[in-house]
């Protein structure tokens, strides 16, 4: 019998390699995009230096200091202007009851002639549509009393007045605008300035924010040893002078002789005594601005602030002076220009020493190479190097 075919169909060969090979595919594509977008990314940014951060945070202060004096000239020039405005408004004012007064009085006329029968020549007048071009005409002169022509030409003499200052009202209102904009934007300004020299300093770590003090320290000794290089200096030449003033005094001594002692009195007396009595005034007046200054040590730099309880750098010399009975500008730029200028090597107590080329910072020499000023956000009023910034100039006020 022969053998039946089989009709089990046969099975497929089923290959189990492919998925593995497919899966290994995609994950090596995966590696290498990953690896391309990597190389492609930007590298992260590395984090600044702490010497780099002091540079920054410097410079940020240093720009927040000149935005402050900006804003102090603004609000100064604001205060002024608003006090133009506000008697500006009050002229004009008083200057339209005048008008109304005036009015008055040709009103008066115009119902007289009405009991009198007819509309007369200042009523006229008063009601035309053109007033001024009816006053012009001779024929309303010759019929108005001498009276009334003293009431029309003091309403029109009125009226110009008021529309003159009224226009310089306006004119002013415009500035103090722009001047209270001006004030606005330099207080953003400053703000922005600050915000950010303090967003550098929140992110220094522990370690880092010793590292700053440690450059501060360094700066300052660096500032003092100047400080006593220059006290140093103007003590030796103090001491030079003193020895010359003596020496001088010995040989007109020796010349004048004991047979004229009236001449020796009379002579030498103008010439010190008028140098002596100059030095004294100043002395007296630098005085009273250390003793305001130290004061004041210990309360915080505010910026904008003149006093009581804060101050910011010009605020702080404005406000010493002023125990002197001189009277300073607001900003240091303006305070620069006080006075006389004297070179660092002649500086005397009490005299104004200016920071930056900007002319941003200002402070109170007190002797020795030192000062007293109001430094900057985040510190008290306190005694420091005058060589601590670079010096601009210095100028004595008084």
Request: overall charge positive; charged content about 25%; hydrophobic content about 35%.
């Amino acid at each position: 019998m022969p053998v039946l075919a089989s009709h089990r169909k046969p099975r497929t060969k089923v290959r189990t390699t492919t998925p593995a090979v497919g899966l290994t595919t995609a994950a090596l594509a995966s590696v290498t995009l990953l690896s391309t977008q990597s190389a492609t990314a930007a590298p992260a940014e590395p984090k600044p230096a702490v010497e780099e951060v002091q540079k920054k945070v410097d410079a940020l202060y240093r720009q927040a200091g000149a935005a402050t004096q900006e804003y102090n000239r603004a609000k100064a020039a604001s205060a002024s202007q608003q006090t133009k405005v506000d008697t500006l408004l009050s002229d004009v004012a008083k200057r339209t009851e005048k008008i109304n007064e005036a009015r008055r009085a040709l009103g008066s006329y115009a119902a007289a002639q009405y009991r009198n029968g007819g509309i007369g020549p200042a009523a006229t007048f008063f009601l035309a549509d053109n007033p001024q071009g009816y006053f012009d005409q001779s024929r309303l002169m010759d019929r108005a009393t001498e009276r009334q022509q003293r009431s029309v030409t003091e309403f029109r003499t009125q009226q110009a007045s008021a529309a003159k200052k009224r226009a310089e009202a306006v004119k002013s209102l415009e500035t103090l605008t722009e001047t209270q904009a001006t004030l606005a934007s330099s207080k953003k300004d400053v703000q922005t300035k600050l915000t950010e020299a303090r967003g550098l300093l929140s992110r220094l770590t522990a370690e880092e924010k010793a590292r700053l003090a440690e450059l501060e320290r360094k700066k300052e000794a660096e500032a003092k040893e100047k400080a006593a290089k220059l006290a140093a200096r103007q003590a030796a030449e103090a001491k030079e002078r003193a020895e010359a003033e003596e020496k001088a005094r010995e040989e007109a001594a020796k010349e004048s002789g004991d047979g004229s002692g009236s001449g020796t009195g009379t002579d030498p007396g103008p010439g010190p005594g008028t140098g002596s009595g100059t030095d004294s005034g100043y002395a007296a007046k630098a005085e009273k601005v250390l003793a305001f200054a130290r004061a004041q040590i210990g309360k915080p730099y505010v910026w904008g602030a003149s006093g009581p309880s804060s101050y910011d750098c010009s605020g702080l010399t404005q406000a010493a002076w002023r125990e002197a009975g001189v009277t300073l500008p607001r900003t240091t730029w303006d305070q620069v220009e006080v006075g006389t200028r004297v070179a660092t090597s002649d500086l005397k107590p009490g005299d104004l020493v200016f920071f930056y080329d900007d002319i941003s910072h200002v402070g109170i020499y007190k002797g020795d190479g030192m000062m007293i000023h109001a430094p900057k956000p985040g510190a008290n009023v306190r005694e420091e190097s005058i060589y601590y910034m670079p010096i601009y100039g210095s100028v004595r006020p008084a």
